[in-house]
């Protein structure tokens, strides 16, 4: 039986404590309840969550990664609950290997952006130093995979881009906050012709 109360020995209060706080710091800058699917909002208030963003980092990246190329890119589990992805191919910056990460994304034409927020982590994500050292890489989406160059954004353009993908995924700004001043990179890639 579930016990809330901390003199029972419940090791699961904290990490339940954590969550509903996230969700109600999450509360205010959420759209209302009419513009946004039930099921949509329900995984903001869990991916904002330590085990929320323990289970997408963990579980769900690899899933979207094994869905993508059983559809041949027309499916994965987080575009299921309503959320545009991607799944970015880099080199290795120490290894040389191809590695794959799904990220959510906002288009503009061609033109692509992603923001490298490792959910709210206080470093940069891996793929983000992979593209560093090697400033090609490779976006799979909508079926289709292509080379694109990229470039960070920085000032006014980034504060636009940044926005763009706060209506993708409005929990961008709680990763901030998590990020405990990191400067949390906005990428914007360009396809190569």
């Known amino acids: 039986m579930f016990c809330a109360h901390n003199h029972c020995g419940n090791s699961t209060l904290p990490v339940y404590n954590a969550a509903i706080m996230a969700a109600q710091n999450l509360e205010n800058s ?4 009419r513009s946004m699917p039930w099921l949509k909002k329900i995984t903001l208030f869990v991916a904002i969550s330590p085990p929320g963003r323990w289970l997408v980092k963990n ?15 027309r499916l994965s589990f987080t575009r299921l609950l309503g959320f545009p992805v991607l799944i970015l191919v880099t080199k290795g910056v ?4 191809l ?9 503009n034409n061609e033109n692509v952006a992603v923001i490298a927020s490792s959910l709210g982590s206080a470093h940069h994500p891996q793929w983000y130093r992979n593209l560093l050292a090697n ?3 490779s976006l799979y989406f909508d079926g289709h995979q292509s080379l694109y160059s990229y470039r960070q ?3 006014e353009e980034r504060q636009e881009y940044w926005q763009r993908m706060q209506e993708v995924y409005p929990g961008y ?13 906005v990428i914007l890639f360009s396809p190569l012709e």
């Open 30 to 33: 959420l759209p209302s309840s």
């Open 59 to 73: 579980v769900v990246s690899r899933l979207d990664i094994w869905l993508y190329h059983f559809s041949k890119g």
């Open 173 to 185: 700004n709680r990763y901030a906050e998590l990020a405990g001043g990191r400067h949390i990179p």
């Open 135 to 137: 400033p090609e890489a």
């Open 94 to 97: 120490r290894s040389g290997v």
């Open 153 to 155: 954004l920085e000032g």
């Open 99 to 107: 590695r794959e990460t799904p990220l959510l994304y906002a288009r």
